[in-house]
Nanobody
Framework: VQLVESGGGLVQAGESLTLSCAAS????????LGWVREGPGMGRQGVAC????????YYSSSVDGRFRISMDNAKNTAYLRVNSLTAEDTARYIC???????????????WGQGLQVTVSP
């Protein structure tokens, strides 16, 4: 299984960005893709997860309504949209896969490399 993330970088506070996570090599459609983040003082924090099986999104209580996760089933790609970014969103965002469902939103079976999102004030 391979997870390829894209879309991170340096953004200004108030802007939005979309992170992508493309999964490949999984033998069937019974899996879920999610995101966690690791930043200064936050440890590993669950963000969101979406199940390819039923398309249902799940959000951690650690994030607010600015976060939206979606999936393009045909591309086996999950997207995390974050609106109105603040400096507190600065973190390394890591895509992960779990099977068959989302689970705890923090513990996953396999992980991507992660990408840095830095929000400047």
């Amino acid at each position: 299984v391979q997870l390829v993330e894209s879309g991170g970088g340096l953004v200004q506070a108030g802007e939005s960005l979309t992170l992508s996570c493309a999964a490949s090599g999984f033998p069937d459609d019974n899996y879920a893709l999610g995101w966690v983040r690791e930043g200064p003082g936050m440890g590993r924090q669950g963000v969101a997860c979406i199940s390819k099986t039923d398309g249902r999104p799940y959000y951690s209580s650690s994030v607010d309504g600015r976060f939206r996760i979606s999936m393009d089933n045909a591309k086996n790609t999950a997207y995390l949209r974050v609106n109105s970014l603040t400096a507190e969103d600065t973190a390394r965002y890591i895509c992960a896969i779990n099977y068959p469902y989302c689970g705890s939103l923090v513990n996953y079976h396999r992980w991507g490399q992660g990408l840095q999102v830095t929000v400047s004030p």
